[in-house]
T-cell receptor, first 111, second 116 residues
Framework: KQEVTQIPAALSVPEGENLVLNCSFT??????LQWFRQDPGKGLTSLLL???SQREQTSGRLNASLDKSSGRSTLYIAASQPGDSATYLCAVGDSNYQLIWGAGTKLIIKP | NAGVTQTPKFQVLKTGQSMTLQCAQDMNHEYMSWYRQDPGMGLRLIHYSVGAGITDQGEVPNGYNVSRSTTEDFPLRLLSAAPSQTSVYFC???????????????FGPGTRLTVT
C-alpha cells in the first residue's frame, strides 16, 4: 500500500531564504506527483504537477523534482516571502484513480 | 468560471441525522471526487466518479453515498451521521478519463462538518 510522508511537519524560516520541502513515497510505480498549497480555512491550490516520465517542473520561484527510484520529491522555494506561509501538501497519483496524500508541511515565513 | 463550488460551508449535525453535501463544477470536467481531511492526516478519498452515471469507492467509503446524474454535480450523502464523520470535506474535479490522473485537480473551498 502506497504511503506518503512529509518531513518536517512544520518549518519556520526568515524571509528571503531559499528552502526545500520533502516528500517521500514507498511505491515507485506512480503516475504523477502533485504539490498543493493550502491556506488556513481554504481549499487546496495546485502548484506543480510532475508526470511520472518527468524529472522536474518549474513555476516562478517554485521548482519541484521527482526521483521515482528513490521514492522522493522535493519542492524548492526561492527567495521566500511572508505570502508563502501556508501548508504544503504532496500527493501521489497511483494506478487506481487515486491520489495518496502526505499530511503536509506547515511553513511559516517570518518577516 | 466559478470553478468548484461547495455548499454548505459549515454544518452541525446530531448523531443519526442525514444530509447531503453539494458539489458543482462549471469546467466540464469528467473526473470528480470527494475527500475528507482530518487533523494530522493527509486527505483520504471517499468516492470518485469518472463521468456521469459512473461512481466508485475510494479509501474510506463507509457511511457515504454518491451519485453522478450530470457532469456538473456530484453530491455526497451522509446516511446516518456519526461523530467519526466530523471532518472537513473537499470536492475536487479534473479533466481526463484515460485511467491516469495526469491532469491538475481543482478543489472547492470545503465544508466543515461537526457531528455531535
Amino acid at each position: 500500500k502506497q504511503e506518503v510522508t512529509q518531513i518536517p511537519a512544520a518549518l519556520s524560516v526568515p524571509e528571503g531564504e531559499n528552502l526545500v520541502l520533502n516528500c517521500s513515497f514507498t511505491d515507485s510505480a506512480i503516475y504523477n506527483l502533485q504539490w498543493f498549497r493550502q491556506d488556513p480555512g481554504k481549499g487546496l491550490t495546485s502548484l506543480l504537477l510532475i508526470q511520472s516520465s518527468q524529472r522536474e517542473q518549474t513555476s516562478g520561484r517554485l521548482n519541484a523534482s521527482l526521483d521515482k527510484s528513490s521514492g522522493r520529491s522535493t519542492l524548492y522555494i526561492a527567495a521566500s516571502q511572508p505570502g508563502d506561509s501556508a501548508t504544503y501538501l504532496c500527493a501521489v497519483g497511483d494506478s487506481n484513480y487515486q491520489l495518496i496524500w502526505g499530511a503536509g508541511t506547515k511553513l511559516i515565513i517570518k518577516p | 468560471n466559478a470553478g468548484v463550488t461547495q455548499t454548505p460551508k459549515f454544518q452541525v449535525l446530531k448523531t443519526g441525522q442525514s444530509m447531503t453535501l453539494q458539489c458543482a463544477q462549471d469546467m466540464n470536467h469528467e473526473y470528480m471526487s470527494w475527500y475528507r481531511q482530518d487533523p494530522g492526516m493527509g486527505l483520504r478519498l471517499i468516492h470518485y466518479s469518472v463521468g456521469a452515471g459512473i461512481t466508485d469507492q475510494g479509501e474510506v467509503p463507509n457511511g457515504y453515498n454518491v451519485s453522478r446524474s450530470t457532469t456538473e454535480d456530484f453530491p455526497l450523502r451522509l446516511l446516518s451521521a456519526a461523530p467519526s464523520q466530523t471532518s472537513v470535506y473537499f470536492c475536487a474535479s479534473s479533466l481526463g478519463t484515460s485511467g491516469r490522473l495526469t491532469y491538475e485537480q481543482y478543489f472547492g473551498p470545503g465544508t466543515r462538518l461537526t457531528v455531535t
